[in-house]
């Protein structure tokens, strides 16, 4: 029997980001069976993926580390292990698919001894189709490809962590340790409905469709028992036991998330250089702000002033909300660097903005930020790493302030650790007046970008740019081969 995984998995088991497995699902590389594709066909793609019997203890951290990395704090974390009865359910569960493999294919094995029987006993009449039979199993047994690395993987994996797919959207992730159905998958950055996380209003009421899931915290919400019938749960009470399938609602675009306002506390507030100051703030674990990666909120200090912001943090971080502060010497910029303090009050509203990514694409990305432009592509970057849907990723800043960007080692670190990810720093502060490069320096800039990618028609380009360089960046790409919908561009 062929063994199915999902792309995910697939993306896992080999260590490559779950992008490049669906391009070659889109290239016919690989086959797809309702979303999953053939162990077979991988291992033929991916020879080179092995996973040794010796010294199996130690492979295992470094293993899981991989497969279940944690890309936008460009670290690999420890895996949160799953408790005794988790594991034995999960084991179990694997036990009984080798169980029916195993007569599955004893069941195949007496068909295919009685079929050579039959023709051998009728010689003279099928001995073409019996000479095909056994020529064809002797080749499919010399060229079988070696599968062991790969089921390894995958059975490990699987005893580890559960992966949770979510229909209609296709999303798929994996949940660690008794973390919820609902946690799991918003450090993905993944735009679920959610309300309260507690258990009280149900809006991340969903169906279960199929695997085992258990409830780790009573909740208030009561369900009718016509969603009984169903199988509906609150992800944020539960956790997967086993891998499992899922109905369950999820923001297909910026259109589809509601306007919130809530209050915040000052976390931390933080000067990175004389441009630039960095304030964290942190909700409340039941009523986080719902956003995508690249939107703007307004944020309301004193009750008085107000300044509309982009969010320079994932919609993966939990509880903290980052945001990149210009140091204008505006009343705004004044009072948080002089008089905000830890623990105050903000009030942020929203969220707005069509700067985020285009879900439906797994083309390389190309972001672009100017100075603290880089706020809502920090955003989009995290959470597309978190993400792990685009096969290349590489970020390019202009800085015109200071020598290296605010934020220069952290992009480093990105692109240490990730092997999908570049990144260009473009200091033009000796080209500009003012700190705002004009036409002919950002195409002087442009240019190292041509020459890194002589085609860009098939890439997505985010730039966070001045207003003055919004039509020319737009008709520069157009030029280029690209269409509109993969240029995407947010002024500051």
Request: glycine residues 4%; aromatic residues 8%; negative net charge.
């Amino acid at each position: 029997m062929a063994r199915l995984l999902s792309a995910s998995r697939a993306a896992s088991i080999v260590g490559v980001p779950r992008g490049i497995i669906q391009k070659h699902i889109q290239n016919g590389e690989l086959t797809s069976f309702e979303g999953k594709v053939k162990l077979s066909q991988l291992v033929k793609l991916y020879p080179d993926s092995k996973f040794e019997d010796n010294a199996m203890a130690e492979k295992i951290e470094e293993f899981i580390a991989s497969a279940l990395k944690r890309a936008r704090y460009a670290k690999f974390q420890k895996l949160i292990a799953p408790d005794t009865a988790t594991l034995a359910a999960r084991i179990a569960t694997l036990s009984k698919e080798l169980s029916e493999t195993k007569t599955a294919l004893f069941h195949y094995e007496q068909l295919f001894n009685l079929l050579q029987q039959h023709l051998s006993s009728n010689n003279s009449q099928y001995q073409e189709l019996l000479d095909w039979l056994q020529t064809t199993d002797k080749n499919i047994t010399t060229n079988q490809p070696d599968l062991e690395p790969l089921i390894g993987k995958d059975d490990l994996l699987r005893v580890m962590a559960a992966q949770v797919h979510i229909s209609p959207s296709g999303l798929e992730y994996f949940v660690e340790g008794k973390n919820s159905i609902l946690e799991a998958g918003l450090t993905t950055g993944s735009a679920l409905n959610y309300g309260c996380s507690n258990g009280n209003c149900g809006k991340c009421k969903a169906k279960l469709l199929s695997g085992k899931i258990e409830k780790i915290k009573q909740h208030e919400y009561v369900f009718s028992n016509a969603e009984k019938s169903q199988n509906f749960f609150l992800m944020c009470s539960n956790t997967a036991i086993t891998d499992i399938e899922i109905e369950a609602e999820i923001a297909g675009s910026e259109n589809e998330i509601p306007h919130q306002t809530l209050t915040t506390k000052v976390k931390k507030i933080e000067s990175l250089n004389k441009y630039v100051t960095v304030l964290t703030l942190k909700t409340q674990r039941t009523n986080r702000l719902r956003f995508l990666a690249g939107q703007e909120v307004e944020l309301s200090l004193n009750d008085n002033l107000k300044k509309v912001l982009p969010i320079a943090s994932c919609p993966c971080d939990e509880s903290f909300v980052q945001f990149h502060v210009n140091n204008d010497n505006s009343t705004f910029s004044e009072y948080i660097n002089n008089n905000l303090k830890t623990n105050d009050s903000v009030k942020i509203s929203g969220p707005g903005g069509h700067f985020v990514l285009d879900s439906h694409s797994t083309r390389p990305i190309i972001f672009i930020a100017i100075n603290s432009g880089f706020a809502p592509v920090k955003s989009l970057i995290e959470n597309a790493l978190s993400l792990d849907s685009s096969e290349y990723i590489h970020l390019y800043w202009i800085n015109t302030q200071t020598e290296q960007p605010y934020l220069h080692n952290q992009c480093r670190s990105w692109k240490d650790a990730l092997d999908n990810f570049n990144y260009t720093a473009i200091n033009v502060g000796h080209l500009c007046t003012d700190n705002v490069p004009d036409q002919n320096v950002f195409s002087a800039c442009l240019s190292n970008l041509i020459k890194d990618h002589a085609d860009l028609s098939n890439v997505d380009v985010y730039a966070s740019i001045p207003e003055t360089l919004s039509e020319f960046a737009n008709s520069f790409f157009l030029a280029q081969g690209m269409d509109a919908e993969q240029v995407h561009i947010a002024n500051y």
